[in-house]
Nanobody, 121 residues
Framework: QVQLVESGGGLVQTGGSLRLSCAAS????????MGWFRQAPGREREFLAG???????YYGDFVDGRFTVSRDNAKNTVYLQMNSLKPDDTAVYYC???????????????WGQGTQVTVSS
């Protein structure tokens, strides 16, 4: 498993941007698929974006181009750039690691503690 620590969340106004970071403590980070999820109160955890070791990226069905995932293997870090934020984006955001690419949370074997993102109207 991989230890993951998210950062970069906070309070932002509608239309603003945030970049979340997820630092991993693993020598095998570069070979792991990394994903971003979010969970709002009363809602299920939903998949946002994933990136495999080759930098191939894939996104959740509802993601509309406002979110971009990237990784820096030299820094053992994955990022989620979020633009044009809306109040509906308010949630706890999690990064996670898995052996292979997947949009299903059950496949991921390592999770961060989450970082709160709040978008004010």
């Amino acid at each position: 498993q991989v230890q993951l620590v998210e950062s970069g969340g906070g309070l932002v106004q509608t239309g603003g941007s945030l970049r979340l970071s997820c630092a991993a403590s693993s020598r095998t980070f570069s070979r792991r698929n990394m994903g971003w999820f979010r969970q709002a109160p009363g809602r299920e955890r939903e998949f946002l974006a994933g990136i495999v070791w080759s930098d191939y990226t894939y996104y959740g069905d509802f993601v509309d181009g406002r979110f971009t995932v990237s990784r820096d293997n030299a820094k053992n870090t994955v990022y989620l750039q979020m633009n044009s934020l809306k109040p509906d984006d308010t949630a706890v955001y999690y990064c996670a690691a898995s052996a292979g690419a997947s949009r299903s949370a059950v496949v991921y074997d390592s999770w961060g503690q989450g970082t709160q993102v709040t978008v004010s109207s």
